[in-house]
Structures are given as C-alpha cells and as structure tokens.
C-alpha cells in the first residue's frame, strides 16, 4: 500500500469501529485507490492515446484501468457505509436493495 492509503486507512480504522470483514474491504478500497493512482502516473507520463501499427490513434489501456479502479473504490467506501453522513437521507447501498430469492 502506498503511503497515502495506509494514512486514509489509518484515519478510517481510527474514527470508524469495523469488524474484521470491513477491514479487507477497505484495504481492497486501498488498494483500488493505488491501482487509479498508478494508472493516473501512466497516463500523465504517455498521454491516453498512441498510435497502433496500422497509424489509428487508440485508448491506452490505463484509461480503462484508472476507470474500473475509481468505480470499485467509490464501491467500496459506499459498501462500507463511509460516504454517507448518519443524517443522509440517500438512498441505502446495492447491498440493501437486492436479496436472494428461493
């Protein structure tokens, strides 16, 4: 884990009582958050295009990693329920609303 993500997971630890299923959740939240971070390095270094053998500018695929690792991030800090105030008056999390049907 970068530096970064162990302080943000030390202030969660810190101000949050989590059991120990919420702790591997948040060091995936983490470590999502280091994969965007490594992605973002990637595509301010090479851009977020090249160009192909055929001379067709394309996506780099840092676009589509940076993308994916901000989508579990915010996934993961709303399962864990960090984004929301006590007083939000959002609608509850994914996990909330789907159940197993018999």
């Known amino acids: ?3 970064e993500a162990r302080q943000w997971w030390a202030n969660v630890v810190e101000a949050f009582e989590l059991e120990p299923h919420h702790l591997k959740v948040l060091r995936l939240a983490c470590e999502a958050w280091d994969r965007a971070q490594e992605a973002r390095k990637a595509l301010t270094k ?3 295009t090249f160009i192909d053998r055929f001379e067709q500018p394309r996506v ?3 676009v589509a990693i940076e993308r994916a690792a901000w989508i579990a991030f915010a996934r993961l800090v709303r399962e864990l329920g960090l984004d929301a105030a ?3 008056s ?3 999390g994914l996990s909330n609303r789907y159940r197993w049907r018999r």
């Open 46 to 48: 090479h851009g977020t």
């Open 90 to 92: 959002r609608p509850p």
């Open 1 to 3: 884990m970068s530096a």
């Open 60 to 62: 780099r695929p840092e």
């Open 86 to 88: 006590p007083d939000d």
